[in-house]
DNA sequence: ATGAAAGCGCTAACAG
DNA sequence: CTGTTAGCGCTTTCAT
């Protein structure tokens, strides 16, 4: 393979010319450039992407965690963030954490490591602090999952509201004893979410109890098992709130397998509207979160950052919610 | 940052020796190691990635070559892929294509720039002979779509004969205008299917007509253009093959939208088995594609490539498709 | 078992 | 506008 010495021995120019060209610098005749650019061609050259970061100390990488790649909401964010990285020609490490803290850990050292320019968390698996030691080492953009103990850049939207409509709607359509289903950490996500839930049962007077809390419900076969968890039970939910279309509707399929008719029976609020809200039969009621353009956002933001030129106020940006009535309830 | 000058400096030993350390190098006595580690610890040392892949030139990075991140199957695909990947401490770099032949040119670049160490291809955009010129850059390993044309590392499935079980099928559920769906362009996977529905036409004595071929068909909404199509034919198919469960469940929820029964008035018969083929009601019939398995097993090919240990033998791995019937034929 | 030294391929002062 | 030169941080002979 050609090197940058072999492309200016067959210009006839030094390296320097030929890296000036290659970076586009002003300052080069238009003459020597065509010079160049033949020599490229004949040699079949290509920068050395390795070379290039070490010396100029940038890699044009970012890095993304995500816990699930066969999550639609997580790979609609990532689509997102992949729109915004190709516009501006920077490259995406995609990270899998699989909820996993010591992968998380594993994959923020990349960042020491000086192999990616910054990491978009879309999740959060350790405390705050341990990651906020990173922060030294190049930017982190936190998208979809959030913190109240510092200010960084993040991009999210008002959970404990959505957990709030989502809930008040099932209790104005008559329902009194509601589930709820969440993932497996204690995000100030998962936090609002819950306090939004709470927030509800309590406008209305309704008891909370905790017999109706569901955990590590992440997918279409947690929401399953949850709902047959309920059958057993002396008094079990008529309605369930959701962290999760997929769980919503794994909810939906198990009731009806067991002959309970949805909406008549049993209502379900799922979060997201994901494909699946529309496909389902009853089509879900959901909550809304624009996932592509929190990614977008995330990713812009990221630039920002990379460029120095980020202003205070814009560092926290919420996007709106929204809830989107079908005939699951 | 510290570097490994910092930390030889801090341990009293030469740079060769950390390096020997980092490296798991074996000639070193388990007192320097200590040392070192003891040195590295206490200077937060972490080292360089771009010094050590221009220093040795291995980038541990596998460019994934995708169509659509949001597209289930190819999320299943990149699941298996990264389970292989992180087992063996490999990294990759998620490209998407949106089917854009430039773009895929863009990102086989890569491989000339030494950016990654191989390239997986789970689809084609470009023509073959346009591909092959990198294959001197590094392995390139196809996943998914192939190619007769030359003898390279991929993992495939009988596509032909996977078009011909559905086709099939539909006859002998006793339709003989029969729709084919598929994406837009000419690789040997499209080309394999359509011969498939060809053969099961001809076998039955179907004649096949060219009204009934619908390209450019992807996703839900392909589906639903689709089938509204068909509404202004005078002879408008009673049963769809589609490329895929998304196009197939576009076709369902239109058909029944405009009050037609499935599969009463009209049957459809997906691609994939992704999770949308159980949740639609009626549920999916259709033609599983292991992704998940397609994608390890491609992984586990561009690292058998990557360590030069392949036999010819296993360069071409055929997993087994199969037809799921359910309600909707 | 360890160190000295060369060099991977490139960019960025600096000088002219 | 162009060339000379000094590294970026690491790995790897080659000695010892």
Redesign the interface.
């Known amino acids: ?1 050609a090197t940058i010495a072999d492309v200016a021995r067959a210009a006839g120019l030094s390296s320097a010319t030929v890296s000036r060209v290659i970076n586009n610098h002003q300052y080069v005749s238009e003459e020597k450039k065509q010079l160049v650019y033949q020599a490229m061609e004949a040699l ?1 050259y ?6 290039q ?2 010396r100029s100390k940038k ?1 044009n ?1 970012i890095g993304v965690m995500i816990p699930q ?2 999550n ?1 909401f997580f ?2 964010l ?2 997102g963030i ?1 729109r915004i990285a ?1 516009e501006h020609d920077y ?4 990270c ?1 954490t699989k909820n996993n803290r010591f992968k998380e850990l594993h994959f923020l ?2 960042l ?4 990616v320019d910054g990491i978009i968390l879309t999740s959060i698996e350790n405390d705050w602090a341990t990651i906020a030691d990173y922060h030294t ?1 190049g930017p982190i953009v936190l998208c979809n999952e959030y913190t109240y103990q510092m200010l960084v850049p993040m991009v999210r939207l008002d959970q404990q509201e959505g957990a709030y409509i989502g809930t008040r709607h099932l209790i104005e359509k008559g329902h009194r004893a509601i589930g709820y289903c969440f993932g497996g950490n204690t995000s100030q996500l998962t936090i609002d979410r819950h306090a939004g839930y709470r927030r509800a049962l309590n406008q209305f007077g309704i008891p909370y109890k905790k017999d109706w809390i569901f955990r590590d419900a992440y997918d ?1 076969e947690d929401g399953k098992r949850v709902f047959r968890n309920t059958l057993e039970m002396d008094n079990p939910p008529t309605a369930f709130f959701t962290g999760s279309d997929q769980v919503a ?1 794994g909810i939906v ?1 198990e009731a009806i397998s067991h002959g309970f008719s949805v909406p008549g029976d049993i209502s379900v609020i799922g979060f997201d509207d994901q ?2 809200a ?4 009853p089509t879900l009621t959901t909550i809304k979160q624009p996932a592509e353009e929190i990614g977008s956002n995330a990713m812009n933001l990221m630039i920002k950052c990379l460029e120095n030129h980020i202003d205070p106020s814009e560092m926290d940006i919420q996007l709106p919610l929204q809830l989107i009535v079908r005939q699951s309830t």
Do not use: G, H
């Open positions: 393979m079949n290509f920068p050395n992407a390795s070379a970061k070490l890699t990488t790649l066969t639609p790979t609609y990532l689509e992949d190709t490259q995406l490490l995609v899998q050292n990349y020491k490591a000086k192999q080492y279409l509707a399929k494909p699946i529309s496909v389902l039969e």
